[in-house]
C-alpha cells in the first residue's frame, strides 16, 4: 500500500521569515509590558509608604496578564507592518519608532483590561479567594476590563511611551537580523537577540533599585 505523502502545515502569508519576527517581536513586546507594569505600580506607591517589589507570586501573576495582552498586541503591529503582498525586507528605524509610539499608547490599555483578571487569579492563589468562586469573579472581572483598560491607560502612558521607545528600537534590530542576507543569522540571531533584551528589561524592572525605577512612573 502506498502512504500519503505529508505536507508540512502552512498559513497563508506566514513565511519563516515572518514568523521568526512575530515570534521575537512578540516575545519581546511581552516582556516590556510585564516590565512597565511592574514599573508603574512602584511609581504609584503613595507617601509615606516605600515603593518596593511585590511578592514573587504577584509579580508573576500581574505582570504575567500584561505580558500576555502586550504580546498579542505587539504580534498584532508585526502583522500589520509586515506586509505579505510586499517583498521581505527589514523596515527602517522612523518606521519602527512610529510603531513603538502606537504600542507605548495601546500596551497600558490593553495591560489595563488584563489585569482584573489577573487579579482574580491572584486572590485565588493567595486562598483570598475561594476555588468554588472563581468563575463568578472571573466573569466580573472581564465585565470590569473597559474601565481598567481606561484607568491604567491613563496612569500608565508615561511608563508606556518608555516602553514603546525601546519597543521601537528593539525591534527595529530584530526586524535588521530576521531579514540579514549573513549565513544563519536570521535563522538564530532574532531569537537570541529577543530573549537578551527581553530578559534584561523585565529583569531590571522586576529585580532593579525600586527608587530609581520610581521614577520613571
Known amino acids: 500500500m502506498t502512504q500519503a505523502r505529508q505536507y508540512p502545515i502552512r498559513i497563508e502569508g506566514i513565511t519563516p521569515r515572518r514568523l521568526r519576527l512575530l515570534v521575537s517581536v512578540g516575545l519581546y513586546g511581552a516582556a516590556l509590558g510585564g516590565a512597565a507594569l511592574l514599573v508603574n505600580f512602584l511609581a504609584r506607591t503613595d507617601p509615606p509608604h516605600v515603593p518596593q517589589h511585590m511578592p514573587v507570586d504577584a509579580t508573576i501573576l500581574l505582570s504575567g496578564g500584561a505580558a500576555s495582552a502586550s504580546g498579542i498586541l505587539a504580534v498584532l503591529m508585526t ?43 491572584l486572590a485565588t492563589q493567595n486562598g483570598d479567594l475561594p476555588s468554588s468562586d472563581f468563575l463568578v469573579h472571573a466573569t466580573s472581572a472581564i465585565l470590569q476590563a473597559p474601565s481598567s483598560a481606561f484607568t491604567h491607560g491613563v496612569f500608565g502612558l508615561f511608563t508606556g511611551l518608555m516602553a514603546g521607545g525601546l519597543f521601537g528600537i528593539g525591534s527595529w534590530v530584530l526586524d535588521w537580523a530576521t531579514h540579514s542576507s549573513t549565513p544563519k543569522v536570521p ?26 525605577l520610581a521614577r520613571f512612573g
Open 79 to 121: 502583522l500589520w507592518m509586515s506586509n505579505p503582498s510586499e517583498r521581505e525586507r527589514a523596515r527602517g528605524l522612523l518606521i519602527w519608532l512610529l510603531a513603538g509610539f502606537g504600542f507605548g499608547v495601546l500596551s497600558p490599555v490593553a495591560t489595563g483590561a488584563a489585569l482584573p483578571l489577573a487579579m482574580v487569579f
Open 187 to 212: 535563522a538564530y540571531v532574532p531569537y537570541v537577540l529577543a530573549a537578551i533584551l527581553s530578559g534584561l528589561f523585565y529583569g531590571v524592572a522586576a529585580f532593579g533599585p525600586v527608587e530609581t
